[in-house]
Protein backbone atom coordinates (compact mmCIF):
# COMPACT_ATOMS: atom_id res chain seq x y z
CA UNK A 1 0.00 0.00 0.00
CA UNK A 2 1.77 3.07 -1.06
CA UNK A 3 1.41 5.78 1.96
CA UNK A 4 0.88 9.42 1.55
CA UNK A 5 3.32 11.41 3.18
CA UNK A 6 3.26 15.03 4.82
CA UNK A 7 7.01 16.25 5.34
CA UNK A 8 7.54 19.05 7.94
CA UNK A 9 10.96 20.62 7.34
CA UNK A 10 12.52 23.85 8.67
CA UNK A 11 16.24 24.24 6.73
CA UNK A 12 18.65 22.06 4.17
CA UNK A 13 16.35 19.50 3.38
CA UNK A 14 18.98 16.49 3.10
CA UNK A 15 16.91 14.03 4.87
CA UNK A 16 13.65 15.04 2.76
CA UNK A 17 16.00 14.58 -0.39
CA UNK A 18 16.79 10.87 0.89
CA UNK A 19 13.35 10.21 1.46
CA UNK A 20 12.25 11.51 -1.99
CA UNK A 21 15.54 9.67 -3.47
CA UNK A 22 14.05 6.73 -2.02
CA UNK A 23 10.58 6.63 -3.38
CA UNK A 24 12.03 7.58 -6.64
CA UNK A 25 14.20 4.22 -6.42
CA UNK A 26 11.02 1.94 -5.54
CA UNK A 27 12.73 1.15 -2.36
CA UNK A 28 10.25 2.83 -0.55
CA UNK A 29 6.63 2.87 -1.54
CA UNK A 30 5.19 6.02 -0.55
CA UNK A 31 4.24 9.79 -2.25
CA UNK A 32 5.02 12.97 -0.62
CA UNK A 33 1.87 14.50 -1.54
CA UNK A 34 3.24 17.66 0.52
CA UNK A 35 6.02 19.54 2.22
CA UNK A 36 5.84 22.04 4.65
CA UNK A 37 8.58 24.15 6.16
CA UNK A 38 8.00 27.09 9.17
CA UNK A 39 10.73 28.72 7.60
CA UNK A 40 9.59 29.93 3.98
CA UNK A 41 13.49 30.64 2.63
CA UNK A 42 14.47 26.94 3.47
CA UNK A 43 16.52 25.14 0.80
CA UNK A 44 14.31 22.51 1.09
CA UNK A 45 11.45 23.67 -0.36
CA UNK A 46 13.32 23.61 -3.56
CA UNK A 47 14.50 20.02 -3.22
CA UNK A 48 10.45 19.41 -2.94
CA UNK A 49 9.67 21.06 -6.43
CA UNK A 50 12.60 19.38 -7.94
CA UNK A 51 11.05 15.84 -6.95
CA UNK A 52 7.09 17.88 -7.70
CA UNK A 53 5.86 18.02 -4.50
CA UNK A 54 4.19 20.75 -3.42
CA UNK A 55 6.25 23.08 -1.63
CA UNK A 56 4.98 25.65 1.31
CA UNK A 57 6.30 27.67 3.52
CA UNK A 58 4.26 28.81 6.47
CA UNK A 59 5.50 31.51 8.51
CA UNK A 60 4.44 31.49 12.34
CA UNK A 61 5.30 34.95 12.44
CA UNK A 62 1.97 35.49 10.51
CA UNK A 63 -0.10 33.90 13.13
CA UNK A 64 -1.47 35.30 16.63
CA UNK A 65 -0.10 31.80 18.54
CA UNK A 66 1.11 28.64 18.04
CA UNK A 67 -1.97 26.82 17.83
CA UNK A 68 -2.95 29.09 15.09
CA UNK A 69 0.02 28.54 12.83
CA UNK A 70 -0.37 24.42 13.37
CA UNK A 71 -4.66 24.76 12.41
CA UNK A 72 -2.85 26.15 9.27
CA UNK A 73 0.06 23.48 8.87
CA UNK A 74 -2.67 21.04 9.85
CA UNK A 75 -5.03 22.55 7.04
CA UNK A 76 -2.12 22.36 4.27
CA UNK A 77 -1.60 18.27 5.59
CA UNK A 78 -5.36 17.70 5.41
CA UNK A 79 -5.69 19.01 1.88
CA UNK A 80 -3.22 16.23 0.65
CA UNK A 81 -5.19 13.86 3.10
CA UNK A 82 -2.00 12.91 4.28
CA UNK A 83 -1.51 9.45 6.74
CA UNK A 84 1.97 9.72 8.04
CA UNK A 85 3.94 13.07 8.67
CA UNK A 86 7.91 12.99 9.01
CA UNK A 87 9.46 15.53 10.82
CA UNK A 88 12.96 15.79 8.71
CA UNK A 89 14.87 18.84 10.27
CA UNK A 90 11.50 20.51 11.45
CA UNK A 91 13.13 22.54 14.50
CA UNK A 92 10.54 23.45 16.10
CA UNK A 93 8.06 22.16 19.15
CA UNK A 94 4.85 20.21 18.02
CA UNK A 95 1.96 21.58 19.77
CA UNK A 96 -1.19 20.23 20.46
CA UNK A 97 -2.88 21.62 17.95
CA UNK A 98 -0.68 19.61 15.25
CA UNK A 99 -0.05 16.35 17.12
CA UNK A 100 -4.21 15.85 18.11
CA UNK A 101 -4.86 15.86 14.11
CA UNK A 102 -2.51 13.13 13.42
CA UNK A 103 -1.78 10.70 16.85
CA UNK A 104 0.66 8.32 16.60
CA UNK A 105 1.20 8.78 13.06
CA UNK A 106 4.31 11.61 12.99
CA UNK A 107 7.41 10.35 13.19
CA UNK A 108 10.73 12.31 13.87
CA UNK A 109 14.65 11.56 13.29
CA UNK A 110 16.76 12.91 15.54
CA UNK A 111 20.99 13.01 15.08
CA UNK A 112 21.83 11.26 18.41
CA UNK A 113 20.92 7.42 20.64
CA UNK A 114 17.98 8.98 22.20
CA UNK A 115 17.16 9.26 24.83
CA UNK A 116 20.32 10.71 25.48
CA UNK A 117 21.08 14.25 23.76
CA UNK A 118 17.14 15.60 22.59
CA UNK A 119 17.28 18.90 21.58
CA UNK A 120 19.07 21.86 19.56
CA UNK A 121 23.19 20.88 18.98
CA UNK A 122 22.92 16.89 19.88
CA UNK A 123 26.41 16.53 18.10
CA UNK A 124 28.02 19.16 19.97
CA UNK A 125 26.30 17.37 23.10
CA UNK A 126 27.99 14.32 22.30
CA UNK A 127 31.48 15.05 22.40
CA UNK A 128 31.08 17.39 24.48
CA UNK A 129 29.98 14.72 26.69
CA UNK A 130 32.77 12.41 25.73
CA UNK A 131 30.86 9.52 24.93
CA UNK A 132 32.53 7.03 22.54
CA UNK A 133 29.49 6.14 20.12
CA UNK A 134 26.34 8.19 18.82
CA UNK A 135 23.98 7.58 16.06
CA UNK A 136 20.30 8.60 14.59
CA UNK A 137 17.13 7.61 15.93
CA UNK A 138 13.45 7.99 14.28
CA UNK A 139 10.83 8.08 17.07
CA UNK A 140 6.89 8.50 17.18
CA UNK A 141 6.69 12.00 17.87
CA UNK A 142 5.03 13.04 21.28
CA UNK A 143 4.43 16.23 23.01
CA UNK A 144 7.70 15.61 24.81
CA UNK A 145 10.66 17.08 22.59
CA UNK A 146 12.50 14.23 20.85
CA UNK A 147 10.63 11.74 23.18
CA UNK A 148 8.57 8.83 22.08
CA UNK A 149 8.91 5.37 20.91
CA UNK A 150 11.94 4.69 19.11
CA UNK A 151 11.41 3.01 15.64
CA UNK A 152 14.46 2.44 14.74
CA UNK A 153 17.81 3.77 15.86
CA UNK A 154 21.46 3.45 14.34
CA UNK A 155 25.07 4.18 16.22
CA UNK A 156 28.16 5.65 14.19
CA UNK A 157 31.76 5.82 16.61
CA UNK A 158 32.61 9.11 18.14
CA UNK A 159 36.74 9.28 16.56
CA UNK A 160 39.36 10.89 18.41
CA UNK A 161 39.98 14.75 16.59
CA UNK A 162 35.90 14.69 15.64
CA UNK A 163 34.63 17.98 14.94
CA UNK A 164 30.96 18.83 15.34
CA UNK A 165 31.26 18.90 11.72
CA UNK A 166 33.02 15.63 10.88
CA UNK A 167 30.69 13.42 13.29
CA UNK A 168 27.39 15.71 12.18
CA UNK A 169 28.17 13.75 8.53
CA UNK A 170 29.14 10.34 9.81
CA UNK A 171 25.55 10.89 11.50
CA UNK A 172 23.94 12.38 8.61
CA UNK A 173 24.85 9.36 6.03
CA UNK A 174 23.49 7.21 8.83
CA UNK A 175 20.31 9.15 8.73
CA UNK A 176 19.65 8.90 4.67
CA UNK A 177 19.63 5.30 5.13
CA UNK A 178 17.41 4.84 8.72
CA UNK A 179 14.56 7.62 7.67
CA UNK A 180 14.05 5.55 4.60
CA UNK A 181 13.68 2.46 6.10
CA UNK A 182 11.49 2.93 9.04
CA UNK A 183 9.16 5.11 5.99
CA UNK A 184 9.19 1.35 4.65
CA UNK A 185 8.60 -0.27 8.07
CA UNK A 186 5.45 1.78 8.25
CA UNK A 187 3.51 -0.53 5.97
CA UNK A 188 4.31 -3.20 7.16
CA UNK A 189 1.56 -4.72 9.71
CA UNK A 190 3.04 -4.40 13.24
CA UNK A 191 5.01 -7.82 14.70
CA UNK A 192 2.28 -10.20 16.43
CA UNK A 193 2.91 -11.31 20.10
CA UNK A 194 2.24 -15.34 20.51
CA UNK A 195 0.67 -16.58 23.64
CA UNK A 196 4.03 -17.55 24.75
CA UNK A 197 5.41 -13.83 24.04
CA UNK A 198 7.40 -14.78 20.86
CA UNK A 199 7.07 -12.63 18.20
CA UNK A 200 5.65 -13.90 14.99
CA UNK A 201 4.58 -12.50 11.40
CA UNK A 202 5.90 -11.72 8.72
CA UNK A 203 9.69 -12.62 7.48
CA UNK A 204 10.11 -9.10 5.57
CA UNK A 205 9.43 -7.03 8.98
CA UNK A 206 12.34 -4.77 9.30
CA UNK A 207 14.87 -5.49 12.04
CA UNK A 208 15.31 -2.51 13.47
CA UNK A 209 11.10 -1.97 14.38
CA UNK A 210 10.79 -1.35 17.52
CA UNK A 211 14.44 -1.65 18.68
CA UNK A 212 18.04 -0.32 17.90
CA UNK A 213 20.17 -1.40 14.38
CA UNK A 214 24.11 -0.95 14.83
CA UNK A 215 25.51 -1.29 11.21
C1 LIG B 1 19.24 16.48 10.80
O1 LIG B 1 20.50 16.13 11.31
C2 LIG B 1 18.15 16.05 11.76
O2 LIG B 1 18.41 14.85 12.40
C3 LIG B 1 18.16 17.21 12.73
O3 LIG B 1 18.31 18.34 11.93
C4 LIG B 1 19.07 18.00 10.76
C5 LIG B 1 18.29 18.45 9.55
O4 LIG B 1 19.05 18.27 8.39
N1 LIG B 1 16.95 17.26 13.51
C6 LIG B 1 16.93 17.57 14.81
O5 LIG B 1 17.91 17.92 15.43
C7 LIG B 1 15.55 17.48 15.46
N2 LIG B 1 15.65 17.58 16.88
P1 LIG B 1 18.35 18.24 6.97
O6 LIG B 1 17.48 19.50 6.88
O7 LIG B 1 19.49 18.28 5.99
O8 LIG B 1 17.54 16.98 6.88
Redesign the pocket.
Known sequence: MTLTLGVL?S??????EAVLGAIKSGEVDARVAVVVSNNPAAP?LSIACDYGAEAVGIDPNGYPNRSDYEAAVVERLNAHQVEWIVL??Y?KLVGKTLLHAFPNRMI????SLLPAFKGLD?QKQALDAGVKESG?TVHIVTLKM?DGPILGQVSVPVLPGDTVETLSQRI?VE?HRLLPRVIQGLNSPPPQLSPSGEIEGPASLPTDRGGRTTR
Open positions: IGRGSNLGAGMNIHPACDLE
